[in-house]
Structures are given as C-alpha cells and as structure tokens.
C-alpha cells in the first residue's frame, strides 16, 4: 500500500521509510526539503494522494510556549488534508509519560497534538516511545562544560531509535489502534548514570554531578517516564548500543 510519511528524512522517518519499502509498501518520505510543508500546506495535498496510511514524524522547530501552535497548526492540516484525499489511517510518534509532565511547553504541545489526532476524522493510532538512545549527547550538551556534566537524576527507559522506528512501521502496516501502543527499552536508569555510563564508554574523563535543576528533565517527577505494565520493551540494551 502507499503511504507518505511526513518528516520522512529525518532519524526516524528515513528508517520507517526504509523498513515499510522492505515490507513491500510503497512509502515515501516527505518535508519541506521536498516541498511539503505542513504549516503552510504547500504540497500536502499532493503528497496524500493516493495514500492508504499517512505517518506524521515531523517536530516542531523549537521545544518552548510556540510549539504549541505549531502543532496544533500541522496536526490540523494534514487531518484536513488526509480526510479529503480519503486516507483512512494517520499514525504520530509521541511520547511515554508526556501527559505527566505539565511543567515543559513541549511535552503539553505534545498532549495537544494527541487530542487533535484523537478527534478528528481519520482512524488513528499513537506510538508512544521512550527517548532515543540517540538524544543522550544532546542532553549533556544542554548543562556542561569542558570538566563537568550537570544532569538530574531522573529516571528514563531509553531504546533506540531503529526500534522505536519498527514500532512505527508495524503500526502503520496495521489496522487503526484508535488508541495508544506504548514502546520502551529494556532497562531503566537515572539520567546521571546514563551520563556516566556514555562518557566511559567515549573516553571522556568529564564529572558527571546530580544537579536536579539541570536541564529540560529536571521538570520531570518520580516515574513518569517509565513504560507501564502494557508497553511493548525492546532487547537491546544501551552498552550494547553503545559497543556498535
């Protein structure tokens, strides 16, 4: 079957992309390098027609008080868009947890673009994931310097991205949840002994230091980003990760 896959370029998107065409689908990956832009619609139409399933992997360009609109602004008219061209099923990457963390604007444009999904006209299913293996040297970034990292000690479930993006895929070949599968990794760490554990295996001599004000994590409390009892856990761990 067709299916576009908008922010089809990206780290998620180039391998759902890759694994539906493995599958035998005909999916093809859509942005605004492309010419697809969801704010602006230019293209969308286009991009849609044809197209049994459409996959929305596109993020918004800042994680502050403007991702809210963006969200609700591109969820909105690719719904418009999918409806028209008659595609009967959208499926979105959200987050584990992201309903229990009102205090960051992002994970609230996050719930938001959820809702429009859940109620607007075209079935529908949501792939929670935990964060990516992939986003730690991001995080590190955010509050360190040339001899420490400053990370809270939140707790995170980390997975790779090829995993999160298999989950994707197999949703999006399937049948509309109309609901919410959640996908997370084998184990559970506080985010400084994820720090820890990447710089030894990089060679950095770095510190890492709890500074639970450090950060976008910091606003998270207790568990809230950890997969419940329903999530579908990946096998690969994180030093194995690491190793490749």
Same mark, same amino acid.
């Not at 976008?216 to 690491?242: C, N, P």
């Given at each position: ?8 370029t990206g ?94 604007? &992002? &994970? ?15 079935? &529908? ?17 955010? +509050? ?16 790779a991205s ?17 609901? +919410? ?56 761990? &994180? ?6």
């Amino acid at each position: 079957m067709k299916i576009a896959v908008m922010g089809g370029t990206g780290l998620i998107g180039s391998q759902v992309v890759r694994l539906l065409n493995a599958a035998g689908h005909e999916a093809v990956p859509h942005s605004p390098s492309t010419g697809v832009d969801l704010i602006s619609g230019d293209g969308v139409a286009a991009a849609l027609e044809g197209a049994v399933a459409v996959v929305n992997l596109t993020n918004s360009p800042t994680f502050d008080d403007q991702s809210p609109a963006w969200f609700r602004a591109s969820m909105g008219n690719l719904l418009a868009a999918a409806a028209a061209a008659g595609t009967g099923h959208a499926v979105i990457l959200s987050i584990v947890g992201v309903d229990q963390v009102p205090d960051l604007d &992002y &994970y609230r444009a996050k719930v938001l673009q959820e809702d429009v999904l859940k109620a607007g006209p075209v079935p &529908y299913s949501i792939v929670r994931s935990t964060q990516f293996f992939e986003f730690m040297d991001a995080v590190m970034s955010w +509050t360190s310097d040339e001899r420490t990292v400053r990370l809270p000690a939140t707790r995170v479930q980390p997975i790779a991205s090829a995993d999160i993006a298999k989950a994707v895929a197999d949703a999006t070949a399937g049948a509309p949840l109309n609901g +919410t599968r959640n996908v997370a990794g084998p184990e559970v760490f506080t985010l400084d002994e994820l720090g820890r554990i990447t710089l030894e295996a990089k060679g950095d001599k770095r510190t890492v230091v709890v500074d639970d004000t450090a950060g976008m994590f910091a606003a998270v409390k207790g568990d809230a980003l950890i997969a419940g009892a329903d999530a579908v856990l990946s096998t690969l761990t &994180y030093r194995e990760w690491l190793a490749r």
